[in-house]
């Protein structure tokens, strides 16, 4: 019964390939996003979905693609992986009501690009 | 703009009260977040203020804010070895689903 769940927790990959990362909301929430954690654990938004339309885009490289086929699914395409994409990956969402944002996590993808 | 800052580390001893801070810049921020976050795993949120009080208090955590200068700190009561984690702050950004999270403070618990 976990509320947002990830595909794959780890993912090890050669520069130059493309993957993806699956994520999954049984919350009924309306909005989903992805997030980037670095090295140093800066989390930085990249992408929302509010019921499979893109709200935001954080001025990501176009190599990367999210896809929502419905509003409990919201998964992250990369073509061309480059070495500085090795992060931990987040997805969360959201009911968001007006301006009261509570979000929720996933347990997160690490991804190491070699 | 968006910036939100905090310290990188704090160390503590076991049954000692914690203090983390944390700044913001937007003024039109309407709630701040504290979340959670253990080895391996994704955000937890812990508590939320909104923008209008000053302070609030849930068990062991007390939340408070300085909306004139954009300041917010969590206290935790009595630290425990489990609290080990990194803390983040964030702000949501009025009329948008962005929530800008801070830089992150690492709470080290010593017995």
Redesign the interface.
Known sequence: DTA?SQTPKYLVTQMGNDKSIKCEQNLGHD?M?WYKQDS??????MF?Y?NKEL??NETVPNRFSPKSPDKAHLNLHINSLELGDSAVY?C?S?Q?SG??????????TRLTVL | GEDVEQSLFLSVREGDSSVINCTYTDSSS??L?W?K?EP??????LT?IFSNMDMKQDQRLTVLLNKKDKHLSLRIADTQTGDSA?Y?CAE?I????????G??T?LQVFP
């Open positions: 947002v909005t996003y140093k654990k800066f989390l930085k938004i929302s509010n709200i935001i987040f969360a959201s968001t301006t009261h944002n509570e979000q929720f996590f996933g347990p997160g | 309407t709630y977040y979340y976050q391996g795993a994704g955000l937890q949120l939320y990194i983040f949501s009025w009329n948008t689903d962005k929530l800008i999270f830089t992150g690492r």
